[in-house]
């Protein structure tokens, strides 16, 4: 299989033509955010264009073709992840929006005692909404920790027990890049009768990603990390379990019929989809998800390791580099966090800005694991389709002469 050139594609990507600071600019924030490639904007001017209307509501034409285009990009979803159906296929506003309206979906069912399980690697919106729901109802969050820079597998298994009744994980870290083994884990989950959810924002981007193989009970991920526009992003629960959850947004879409003093709900997905949805968005995602499907995401993930092997063994050239995460490649996916010896990541980023180098520094909201890792922030250089092995190199030549320019000789 030959690998993605991103050479190819970034006549797709305008934006990445350009300069900052006098300088081509290279574009290594896409775990952040990614670029759009043109189909996906035109595909929303051609709605605002040419159909603007709001869905399910009209019986005139353009009512029908906004309608007709929002429940295609809902299907091209489903195919995309091997939903069973896309009834499983829920629009939300992004991961941060599915994973709290799961959170509290799944409130009613945590009592005093029970447990919901998550990593000490995970983004705070796979953190804040579990602890939210547990201050609620008196359940307990328990944190699974680290074993050679990888989720500790035994300390998985060690604290799965009857009480456990979510676990909620990420399928790849946003600051370690590392791929945690869902499959394996899905098992052991459904073995104590817990809910496997599954922050999908990193590797839904990346890698092939299936539901039924994965054997999940919930994913939830954005479209502006995997091409798509900002405000739309993906919640997908097993239709058995979407059917048995209430509903914890009410209004207009979601309804059935209303009484003056209740109501009853309509069918999946519209009954968790309340109000206006973002039609414009889920089309964008429904043509990112063409775009992708078109490069072939076996192709992307081949590429994506080929990148970040060189890009590994570039850093690793840098003297001073301190990349976090386990001592090797494997697992890696997309990303690679890291800290230049002596000197602060924001000093850093903005040294690498000067250089036409786009690069993200912080807590990447994950500062449990950052303060578990005993490091206040790090640098992150995360890459995508459109990046190149030149992308690379210039990252690696920026880092040296931002070491020369603190070290006074510059
Ligand atoms: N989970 C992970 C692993 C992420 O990387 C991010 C975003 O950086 C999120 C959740 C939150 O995504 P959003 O801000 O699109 O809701």
Redo the contacts with the bound molecule.
């Keep these: 299989m030959q690998p993605i050139d991103g050479r190819q594609i970034q006549k797709d990507f305008p934006i990445l033509d350009q300069q900052v600071h006098d300088e081509d600019l290279v574009y290594l924030d896409s775990?952040?955010t990614s670029q759009k490639p043109c189909a996906v904007i035109e595909a929303m001017d051609r709605y605002y264009q040419e159909i603007n209307a709001n869905v399910h509501r009209g019986v005139h034409s353009l009512g029908e073709s906004a309608t007709q285009a929002y429940e295609e990009a809902r299907r091209k979803v489903a195919s995309f992840i091997g939903a069973a159906s896309e009834r499983e296929v829920i629009f939300t506003r992004?991961?941060?929006?599915g994973l709290n309206h799961l959170a509290r979906m799944l409130e009613p069912q945590l009592f005093p005692g029970d447990e919901v399980l998550i990593s000490i690697m995970e983004?705070h919106?796979?953190i804040v909404p579990w602890q939210q729901v547990c201050q609620r109802t008196g359940a307990k969050l328990v944190y699974v920790y680290l074993k050679d820079g990888r989720l500790d597998l035994d300390d998985v298994k060690a604290k799965l027990n009857p009480a456990t009744q979510v676990v909620s994980l990420?399928h790849v870290s946003?600051v370690l890049g590392i791929e945690n083994p869902i499959a394996e884990i899905a098992d052991w989950v459904h073995d104590v009768g817990a809910y496997l959810v599954v922050?999908g924002?990193?590797s839904v981007p990346h890698l092939p990603v299936d539901v039924q193989q994965l054997e999940v009970d919930f994913l939830v991920f954005?479209g502006?990390?995997m091409m798509g526009p900002t405000g739309i992003?993906v919640l997908y629960g097993k239709e058995s379990h979407l059917k048995e959850l209430e509903p914890v947004e009410f209004g207009g879409e979601m309804i059935d019929f209303v009484f003056e003093q209740e109501s009853t709900w309509t069918d999946l997905p519209w009954k968790l989809e309340a109000g206006t949805p973002p039609i414009a968005e889920a089309i964008g995602l429904g043509a990112a998800v063409d775009y992708l499907n078109d490069l072939g995401m076996d192709r992307l993930a081949a590429q994506d390791k080929d990148l970040l092997a060189y890009l590994w063994r570039g850093l690793q050239s840098v003297e001073g580099v301190e990349i976090y995460g386990p001592p090797s490649l494997e697992g890696r996916t997309g990303l690679i966090s890291f800290n230049l010896e002596g000197l602060h990541p924001h000093d850093v980023a903005t040294a690498l800005d000067y250089e036409g180098v786009a690069v993200r520094a912080g807590h990447h909201?994950a500062q449990p694991l950052l303060s578990y890792l005993g490091v206040g922030a790090t640098l992150r250089a995360s890459l995508y389709a459109y990046n190149t092995k030149e992308d690379c190199d210039r990252l690696v030549q920026a880092l040296e002469k931002t070491k020369e320019f603190f070290n006074g000789t510059f």
């Design positions: 775990a952040a992004g991961t941060t929006t983004h919106s796979n990420a946003n922050d924002a990193q954005s502006h990390k992003g909201c």
